[in-house]
């Protein structure tokens, strides 16, 4: 079996490269996290959440699941959202979806590929709500307006958990962001879902 010791040499050249630039930088961080961002992304491995927005360690809190869904019920995001908004106040949330997702593929084209089927739901449940919108669309446009429109859900769905609608009515100051990524050039684009949070035109 093929052991993975190249990823502890690479691991301990970057420890290293940031100990060099900022000696107390482990020391000082593993006193305290106090990231300003919840980041709700998609597992692709082509979307690290720290890497796209050039972020070290510390700054970013990160939930990450297939396709950004955030569902009513899932235990998994509610608890991180919950220590994210009410542990850590964090003032951001970004849902950042991607073009080109397999999951939102997925789900377009019905493809059956056993237990995800179920995750994939969600997807498709996006597809009803804006099914007009869709129809007159078909390809590549049609997947990337339902990358779209499962962020501008998924923002709808952080936004009406009891942990946000708390949190703004005990005056916590929180945004809620959708954005899409592109893998194709590294690109965000806000989708501009929350009016008091557009970062560009
Ligand atoms: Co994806």
Same mark, same amino acid.
């Given at each position: 079996?093929?052991?993975?010791?190249?990823?502890?040499?690479?691991?301990?050249?970057?420890?290293?490269?940031?100990?060099?630039?900022?000696?107390?930088?482990?020391?000082?961080?593993?006193?305290?996290?106090?990231?300003?961002?919840?980041?709700?992304?998609?597992?692709?491995?082509?979307?690290?959440?720290?890497?796209?927005?050039?972020?070290?360690?510390?700054?970013?809190?990160?939930?990450?699941?297939?396709?950004?869904?955030?569902?009513?019920?899932?235990?998994?995001?509610?608890?991180?959202?919950?220590?994210?908004?009410?542990?850590?106040?964090?003032?951001?949330?970004?849902?950042?979806?991607?073009?080109?997702?397999?999951?939102?593929?997925?789900?377009?084209?019905?493809?059956?590929?056993?237990?995800?089927? !179920?995750? /994939?739901?969600?997807?498709?449940? #996006?597809?009803?709500?804006?099914?007009? %919108?869709? &129809?007159?669309?078909? @390809?590549? *446009?049609?997947?990337?307006?339902?990358?779209?429109? !499962?962020? /501008?859900?998924?923002?709808?769905? #952080?936004?009406?958990?009891?942990?946000? %609608?708390? &949190?703004?009515?005990? @005056?916590? *100051?929180?945004?809620?962001?959708?954005?899409?990524?592109?893998?194709?050039?590294?690109?965000?684009?806000?989708?501009?879902?929350?009016?008091?949070?557009?970062?560009?035109?």
């Amino acid at each position: 079996m093929k052991n993975l010791s190249h990823l502890f040499e690479k691991n301990r050249v970057w420890a290293a490269s940031i100990k060099e630039r900022d000696p107390e930088f482990f020391s000082d961080l593993s006193k305290q996290q106090a990231p300003e961002i919840l980041w709700i992304g998609c597992s692709d491995s082509r979307v690290p959440a720290n890497q796209i927005i050039d972020l070290p360690p510390g700054e970013v809190f990160v939930h990450r699941n297939i396709a950004n869904v955030v569902v009513h019920t899932d235990l998994n995001c509610l608890s991180v959202i919950h220590f994210a908004v009410d542990v850590l106040k964090v003032k951001h949330i970004i849902i950042c979806g991607h073009y080109d997702c397999g999951g939102i593929r997925a789900a377009m084209e019905d493809m059956e590929l056993g237990l995800i089927d !179920n995750w /994939l739901r969600h997807i498709k449940d #996006v597809g009803r709500f804006h099914a007009e %919108k869709l &129809a007159v669309l078909d @390809g590549q *446009e049609k997947q990337d307006l339902l990358c779209e429109l !499962n962020v /501008l859900e998924q923002v709808r769905n #952080v936004s009406n958990t009891t942990i946000v %609608k708390n &949190a703004r009515k005990n @005056g916590a *100051e929180l945004s809620i962001h959708g954005w899409v990524y592109s893998i194709k050039n590294g690109i965000l684009k806000d989708l501009c879902i929350d009016n008091t949070s557009c970062e560009e035109s």
